[in-house]
């Protein structure tokens, strides 16, 4: 017999696991429902591999345990909770339009304070200013990512990540159960329409209380970054009302092929295949989709904190293009700020690892094909293109 998935056994399995119970509400269980129920399904079909489906277990048991302990944490430190998270930068847009590369450049100020791989994945307890690079949990991974690009270092041209770099927020929003980085894990219909419509505004709380976590011991003005922020921009400023949010601008139709590209490994790693179809169908949408939103979010706000920062302006005039988000920011570029982004642009420069190679036709896609969901997004904003 199959293997399958169990939300209840999920949830006892990491009880156990941490001797925690109290899960602050049932809110995550929606998502976990839907996901599990839509794995079954795909199981049933024959979509998923057991490597797979071990795969899905293990980071759901991981989602679930870390929400576990971060309400614990919250628990037995009543003091943090509540503590100021004042004017955030959030960095959005498309997906694969640079949001990583932006990440990164504003994480290169010391002054400055992003969520971390590593403490993301083990958050509790948190890390202090002084050892936020120097935890034994971030060497410890930094060692394995050192050895895992050794053993594969074309891994390094797909996502310029470190156990020390920013990570995405969809790895903290994964304990809410209503992330799109879990629809990436293979053909889940049921999933990528709930998380499209679901109501969000509990995963942005959660949010909100992993970072005050986070901060305990090592506070500062946060950068976040995750593309999908795109999608829900009402839940991101009622959760955070003096947000500041950057929006990436790519060439789409590089954007699109570069997203199906990214999707295909995981779609490898869950299913044993790449379901070109599927990828093309649902990622140009979604890439569309992302644009759409946002400018529906302009036109309903049309005094949003939002600035447009365009992808060939970070790779052909990084530094100037950081001196005019500064100023957009109000927020000090400081000779040692200017130092942490030159440093990191000497250190990682474009195509380090090899270059990632990518196009439309590998998932039966043309530009004519997607002109028409991107001619609103085109005719509004001058995006240099790529070929």
Known sequence: MAKSLNADALVTEASAKTGLSD???????????????DVNAGIAKGWFTDSGIDRVHADSLHYLTTR????????QNPDL??????????????????????????AADPARRSPLTWEIDDPVPPATSATLTSDPRAIARLEAETAMLAANPSMGKYYRGSAIYPNEDVFIMAGDFKT????????????????????????????????????HHAPGVWNCKK????????????????????????DPFSATASLCSIISLSHMAHMGRIDSEWLGQDYSWQAAEHANRIMDYRERKPDARILD??????IERPMDTMKTIYRWLGDELTPEARGGIQGWLDDN???????????????GLSMAQLEPLFERYLSRYDVAREG
């Not at 329409?193 to 209380?209: P, Q």
Request: net charge positive.
């Open 23 to 37: 899960t602050d509400g049932d809110c995550y269980r929606e998502g976990l429902d839907v996901l599990v129920d």
């Open 68 to 75: 576990l302990k971060i309400v614990e944490y919250r628990r």
């Open 81 to 106: 909770v509540g503590r100021k998270i004042e004017k955030p930068v959030f960095v959005m847009g498309v997906p694969r339009t640079g949001t990583t590369l932006m990440s990164n450049l504003l």
């Open 180 to 215: 799109l980085m879990i629809e990436s894990k293979g053909r889940l219909p049921a999933y990528k329409d709930f998380i499209f419509s679901c109501d969000m505004g509990s995963s942005y709380a959660y949010h909100r209380k992993f970072l005050e976590v986070l901060q």
């Open 227 to 250: 593309p999908s922020h795109a999608l829900f921009l009402d839940y991101l400023f009622q959760e955070y009302p003096d947000a500041r949010v950057i929006w990436t601008h790519r």
């Open 309 to 314: 920062v365009h992808y060939i302006d970070l």
């Open 349 to 363: 420069p474009q195509n380090k690892f090899g270059k990632h190679e990518y196009k439309l036709a590998q998932y």
